[in-house]
């Protein structure tokens, strides 16, 4: 039997993971640990979620 799992339950997994980390020029800074392609960043916390939830999106899409 093969278990499949949705692109956006990953994403939604791999986001229950993620850091945030503000850096010097105040820009929020998130990955996830151990996750390729799971990085981004953003002017908000918001923004930095959003755009982590896109990049992992198009990173687990682009290799399928």
Known sequence: MVKTISISRHVQAALEQARYQRDEN????AHV??????????ETLE??????????ES???AGM
Request: charged share 10%; proline share 4%.
């Open 33 to 42: 640990p151990g996750a390729s392609g799971f990085f981004s960043q953003g």
């Open 26 to 29: 105040g820009v929020i800074v």
């Open 47 to 56: 923004e930095a979620r959003y755009n982590l939830r896109s990049a992992g």
């Open 59 to 61: 990173f687990l899409s």
